[in-house]
Each structure stands twice: as C-alpha cells, then as structure tokens.
C-alpha cells in the first residue's frame, strides 16, 4: 500500500510534467503510463498468460484494443480490455471500449486517458454499468488507491466495496490517512486517521463474502 501511494504520487509529477506529451501521444500514454500502473496492481505485462498488448479484435478489419487482461477466477477466466486514449480523451474511448469488449465477450472494458480511468461491467441483456471510476491528478491519493484495487490482479477483480467508509468518530468521510494494513484470518484491516478529528479507527474488509465488512472505533493508541 505504501509504494502503490509513492509511486501514485510519482505518477501524477509525471503527468503534470509532461502533460502536453501526453495530450497528443496515446503511445506514450499506453507506455509511461498505463503499462506501469498495472504493474503497480500486481499485473505481469510480459506474461501472455495475464496481458496481451496489442490483440487482434477480428482478423478481417486488423482491429486491434490497446490491452486484454485475463482475470483468473475459481473454475473460469474472464475477460477485460483496456482502451488507452491521449489525455483529456476519455470521452473518446467509451463507446470503443465498449464495443471491442463485446466483440471479444469480455466482461469488463477500461478506458483511460493515463488520468481518468473509468471501469465498466457488461451484463447481460446489454446491460451496461459504470462500476468505478478515479482520477490520479484530482483524487486523494488514498481514494485513488482504494478504487484502483478493482482492477488489480487479485481474485476479486471488478468487485467494489459496497460500504461508505466513513470516521466512526465525527462522520467525515472524504479521504483519510492509511496508517497500517494488515491480514486478520480472511479480513484484511485497514488503520485510518481522520483528517479532520485527527481520531483513528479500524475498517475490516472481507474479500470473500462470508461476512460484511465493519468498521470500529479507536479510543486511544
């Protein structure tokens, strides 16, 4: 958790750096920053068996969609492709995303500007939903994180944490410091400070469904 929110942060230096690169070069968006922010959520972009750069949509148009990720889950692989855009063209890219991962069945489409990223879940009956969705130049660097495991290479891809995280102290509930994380039996715990009554708390998240995640009050360290 700490060097994803350092390399975040290195992350959103770079694109305000080189900002007017990346407006009008999707490649280098693709490379600079696309392909290592997904190494970042633990995805292995040289492996085939995970990532495929550059695949074929149909052999008769030579279409092609920037990447397919394949997500391995208990008894079945699905699929999502990610549609890389120039910066401040994520509107460009939606219904393409979309498109393309009907074409090749997949069950999520991702579209990115390098800032923006926006993941959808296709269902059936054509039934489209916007499952999530950050930006790394204007977000919290913690909620950016937070909204980013969704895509990252774990069992529980595409799945989004149905409680308002909120401080049990004071309600605010914009974004907080991640002080510690760790693993108790199948909860994964999260120690926040709140930015605004400076009290701590503790949020168990359960990745597995057996019971819903909670949070509790901290009343001293």
Not at 71 to 83: D, N, Q, R, W
Not at 116 to 129: F, G
Not at 181 to 199: A, H
């Amino acid at each position: 958790m700490e060097e994803l929110i350092k390399f975040t942060k290195k992350l959103r230096s770079k694109i305000n750096k080189y900002k007017e690169i990346y407006l009008r070069n999707e490649e280098a968006v693709r490379e600079q920053i696309v392909s290592p922010f997904l190494r970042q959520l633990g995805w292995d972009v040289e492996n085939p068996d995970e990532v495929i750069p550059g695949a074929l949509i149909t052999e008769r148009k030579r279409k092609r969609v920037d990447y397919v990720l394949y997500v391995k889950k208990p008894g079945k692989t699905k699929l999502a492709i990610i549609e890389v855009k120039a910066l401040g063209n994520v509107e460009k890219g939606i219904s393409q995303a979309i498109t393309n991962a009907k074409h090749m069945n997949a069950d999520y489409a991702i579209v990115t500007d390098g800032d923006l990223w926006q993941v959808y879940r296709l269902e059936k009956a054509d039934k489209i939903e916007l499952v999530c969705e950050w930006s790394i130049l204007k977000d919290k660097l913690n909620d950016i994180i937070n909204k980013a495991k969704i895509v990252a290479n774990t069992k529980d891809f595409g799945k989004r944490l149905e409680i308002q995280l909120k401080c049990p102290h004071c309600n605010y509930r914009d974004g907080f410091k991640l002080l510690k994380e760790w693993k108790y039996n199948w909860w994964t715990v999260y120690y926040y400070e709140c930015p605004q009554c400076n009290k701590k708390f503790r949020f168990y998240v359960d990745p597995q469904g057996k019971r819903k995640s909670f949070i509790i009050k901290v009343k001293s360290d």
